[in-house]
């Protein structure tokens, strides 16, 4: 069956905003329920791992799903049913090991990612790790399964995938909390609390993996043919391989982030809190954008169509520019109130808004880096480079290491020794510095990769994105302040919707002027049908 670029990033859009909105509600209730108490705290922790592999390997845009579609989209469909069986008995084994491991190994995990954690933090922690350890198995399956609906054009399943990890998330937790009907402020309440949502987490697990199954039913996916000698399971594998390490050093960042934050206060809930925010509008331009592209990428690859794989690259690296600068000068312009809408009741007090609001800011400021590079990553998996990326992301997680010390003040024995200490936001500071980094050194090795492949005006745009994102939230913040509305839930949304709009139109009134042809129609970015052989 054809499909457009614009069908599937409509139907991948729609699934991802419903999943997005599903996972709203739940922060919300976490939120509400827990705040950044110890409950919330300790599971940010215990799920570091759980976290890790699901993200990494179950997320759609993980290096198990880039590398399935990536290989299967050049083979017939009769040889794509013994690759993919294959894959999925050794994947299945390998994991099922290291869940066990993770397992009876929990509580030396838990002392080494978060040293300073309080003894009740640390051993409800443990126990909460134990509980999630087999996510580390079916997040190997999600996103084989995803890679495999994606190749016969099966794009809604795993885009409201999501939805169904939320929903037990949501009604253990509402149970939890209807039955105590009380604060959360005793040592039992804090266990009992944190069990409950390590336990929901786990069954929203498998349920993603269960919602998927009669897809794969369906299309006749599971044939049990296996074959481990197959051309198309090494290929397969020299890119999960490569891909996984240098996205696993992404996230690895993520436990870097966390390991010095647990010598900060409400460090690790304020981070969750903060990155779902940014990951909800997030996730939904990547998704929209990279999954459909990311075949067509490889099918120009393969046909040397340079002149139109240039094209394509450059708008998805542009429209990639252009809603990132302006989503991220939304978050910095109206960062509190954000906050407050969607967190300011219940537990959450106004010390975790003041926080989460301070990391939004950081977030939004390292927004644009952190999309591009995801897309430049995923078109060296397509240009058969995955090595390239896991030696850029290998410098990174050194360097982030260096600078969350340096971030934080660089604590030692002898007190702190760095004239710069942005408290937790300087963790988000750190990782959006080396993801501009990373973009830039991707952005020069491409040159080399695709002939004919220029940078300058790619930059040159971008340097102007930053100066109407600059200009917007400047704007915006001032008008902010003069706004005299009541400070309760109907008077900051409506503020927060009024001033969203006017900054939107505001951004791309002025990078019109600056002549970034992208914004004159970005529906050029999608036109036309764009055949999947």
């Excluded at 409950?39 to 880039?66: E, K, Q, R, W």
């Excluded at 394509?312 to 312009?333: A, E």
């Excluded at 988000?428 to 002939?451: F, G």
Aim: with cysteine; net charge positive.
């Amino acid at each position: 069956m054809i499909k457009s670029i614009k069908k599937i990033a409509l139907t991948i859009s729609l699934g991802t905003i419903l999943s997005k909105l599903v996972g709203f509600i739940r922060q919300f209730v976490l939120a509400g329920i827990f705040g950044i108490g110890i409950s919330y705290d300790a599971y940010n922790y215990a799920y570091i791992l759980p976290g890790f592999f699901l993200v990494l390997l179950g997320g759609v845009n993980g290096p198990f799903h880039n590398a399935i579609v990536t290989v299967l989209s050049k083979k017939e469909s009769n040889e794509n049913k013994v690759i993919i069986n294959t894959v999925h008995l050794i994947v299945t084994l390998l994991l099922l090991i290291i869940s066990i491991i993770i397992f009876f190994l929990a509580d030396s995990i838990i002392f080494i990612t978060a040293p300073g954690l309080e003894e009740i933090a640390h051993k409800l922690a443990t126990i909460q790790l134990r509980i999630m350890s087999p996510i580390i198995l079916f997040s190997g399956l999600i996103g084989l399964n995803f890679g495999s609906l994606n190749i016969v054009n099966e794009f809604l399943i795993p885009s409201l995938s999501p939805i169904f990890s939320s929903i037990p998330i949501i009604a253990l937790t509402i149970f939890f909390w209807l039955s105590n009907n009380q604060a959360i402020n005793s040592n039992e309440l804090i266990m009992k609390g944190g069990i409950i949502l390590a336990i929901a987490t786990l069954i929203g697990a498998i349920t993603q993996w269960l919602v998927q199954l009669p897809k794969l039913i369906e299309n006749k996916i599971f044939k049990f043919k296996i074959d481990i000698k197959h051309p198309g399971v090494k290929e397969v594998f020299s890119i999960i391989a490569p891909a996984t390490i240098a996205s696993g050093m992404l996230q690895f960042n993520v436990f870097t982030d966390l390991f010095f934050a647990s010598n900060i206060e409400g460090a690790a809930a304020g981070l969750g809190y903060a990155t779902f925010l940014i990951q909800a509008p997030l996730g939904i331009i990547s998704n929209s954008l990279v999954i459909p592209l990311l075949p067509i990428f490889s099918k120009l690859s393969i046909q040397k169509d340079h002149s139109k794989l240039i094209l394509k690259i450059r708008q998805g690296l542009m429209f990639s520019s252009i809603t990132m600068f302006c989503l991220g000068s939304l978050f910095l312009s109206l960062s509190r109130p954000i906050t407050m809408i969607f967190y300011g009741r219940g537990e959450f007090d106004f010390q975790a808004i003041d926080l989460v609001s301070k990391l939004l800011i950081a977030y939004g400021v390292g927004m644009p880096a952190y999309l591009a590079r995801d897309l430049l990553v995923r078109i060296f998996y397509v240009l058969n480079d995955a090595k390239k990326t896991l030696k850029i992301s290998s410098l990174g997680i050194i360097l982030n290491i260096i600078l969350d010390w340096i971030f934080i003040g660089g604590p030692s024995p002898w007190g702190e020794v760095s004239p710069f200490n942005f408290g937790a936001p300087g963790l988000v500071y750190a990782t959006a510095s080396i993801n501009l980094l990373s973009c830039l050194i991707l952005l020069v090795e491409l040159t080399k990769k695709v002939k004919d492949f220029s940078i300058r005006n790619i930059l040159s745009d971008n340097l102007k994105l930053t100066l109407a994102a600059i200009f917007s939230s400047i704007f915006i913040s001032r008008i902010s302040i003069y706004m005299n509305l009541q400070v309760d839930f109907i008077g900051l949304l409506f503020k927060t919707i009024l001033l969203s709009a006017l900054l939107i139109l505001i951004f791309f009134l002025t990078t019109n002027l600056l002549g970034i042809k992208e914004i004159k129609d970005l529906k050029n970015i999608f036109k036309g049908k764009i055949i999947l052989p």
